[in-house]
């Protein structure tokens, strides 16, 4: 039987954006290059973000993050999905919300931090910018370098490899037909059909969504309209389990850091660290980066300092310039649709999969959020 809707993704976004079409009462197919969720959906260090990003912010300036203020709202969309996840997937996800804490070391990050809580406060997210007292009391596990910083409760963690595949099982509940490890896919109009082919495959039907990650832009170029999408190799570390120490989510303003504690004990140290790419353009771990990136870790949180890395790993995440999500048709196709949310993707994917679903079936945005800024076009 011919599906209302092919999905080309098989990561949060694909899965998700096929959850919502299937309970709207649409017959939806997945297809998936490789296995479900298999790429940026699990590789990434679990951060579920809100705040602006502090190194583009320094390096692209005020009028950048005054740009990026429909991201904010689109994010704050998606912790607010994050919340009931559980409960609507039916699964743990190792969710949890002890805050994100960016942390200044100079007076020049406090002042940058300042400016940067007004942007993000004018888009709705609570940000507290607190100094050295508040943030010794708060977070004692900071070296004594810590000034100050900004505290935005709404930020937290998940388990990355249990995402993905709690959609998909949600997703073949609700009747999606889920085709993974089906190799790259194309795609092509065929009168007032979408013809999806993957190997000896074909799949046709009226209505497309692009949710493919890095090769959505590849896809989308397929049907006439280029998208400026990247795919940047970058690693993550993940330490021994250890005794309950970090109970936020910590960034790093002066340099590249994220550093959180799971459930389980163990520390996942990142902060967008390029890895370098093997002979047949794979990513691998950076040994001079990790090292870099286990310094500045150190120097932030010296108790950690006795903990074994247990394993780094390296994997694309996809990107963009203007770092905004792509949500909506492609120009001259009504019906092929991209979801796509760049950096934060594991964060927004939820929200940017509620909303391409709505703009599928017709209906009414769910949440506040400006789509004209997201556009394709």
């Known amino acids: 039987m011919q599906p209302d809707v092919i999905v080309i993704g098989g990561g949060i976004a694909g899965c998700a954006t096929a959850l919502e079409l299937a309970r709207a009462g649409m017959a939806v197919t997945i297809v998936e290059a490789g296995p479900v969720g298999a790429q940026a959906s699990s590789a990434n260090a679990g951060s579920l ?9 320094r390096n692209l300036g005020e009028a950048w993050a005054l740009n990026y203020q429909p991201a904010i709202r689109l994010l704050i969309a998606s912790l607010g999905i ?3 996840l559980e409960a609507d997937l039916g699964a743990d996800l190792e969710i949890g919300f002890g805050g994100g804490l960016l942390v200044a070391t100079t007076e020049a990050e406090m002042a940058e931090i300042e400016v940067k809580a007004a942007i993000e406060r004018e888009a709705g997210l609570a940000v507290e910018v607190i100094g050295r007292n508040a943030i010794r009391e708060r977070a ?3 070296a004594e370098q810590a000034i100050g910083g900004a505290f935005a409760p709404a930020e937290g963690k998940a388990n990355p490899l249990l995402v993905a595949p709690a959609y998909a099982r949600a997703a073949r509940a609700a009747g999606v037909v889920i085709h993974a490890n089906t190799g790259p896919a194309s795609v092509r109009r065929d009168g007032e059909a979408y013809v999806v082919e993957a190997g000896a495959t074909q799949w ?3 209505r497309i969504v692009i949710a493919a990650g890095s090769r959505s832009g590849e896809l989308a170029a397929q049907l006439g309209t280029p998208l400026a999408i990247e795919a940047v190799p970058i690693q993550v570390s993940v330490t021994e389990p250890a005794a309950p120490l970090v109970s936020h989510l910590v960034y790093c303003a002066g340099q590249k850091l994220t550093l959180k504690q799971s459930r389980h004990g163990s520390l996942l140290i990142g902060g967008g660290w390029d890895a370098a790419l093997d002979d047949e ?15 500045v870790a150190l120097a932030m949180v010296p108790a950690i300092g006795g ?4 394993r780094s790993w390296a994997a694309f995440v996809n990107g963009t310039d203007d770092w905004l999500p792509i949500i909506g048709p492609l120009p001259g196709h009504a019906h092929a649709h991209v979801c796509f949310v760049p950096w ?11 909303l391409t679903a709505d703009l599928v079936l017709g209906r009414p945005p ?3 959020v400006p789509m004209a800024p997201f556009a394709p076009a």
Do not use: E
């Not at 973000?49 to 912010?57: G, L, M, N, R, S």
């Not at 794979?282 to 001079?288: L, S």
């Open 344 to 354: 934060v993707g594991f964060t927004g994917s939820p929200a940017a999969a509620r």
């Open 49 to 57: 973000h809100a705040q602006i990003p502090h190194d583009p912010f």
């Open 82 to 84: 994050w919340k009931g």
């Open 281 to 295: 353009g794979r990513p691998q771990v950076d040994a001079a980066n990790l090292a870099a990136n286990l310094r």
């Open 366 to 368: 769910s949440f506040d």
């Open 204 to 206: 046709r039907a009226p």
């Open 307 to 310: 903990l074994n890395i247990v």
């Open 140 to 142: 004692p596990y900071l």
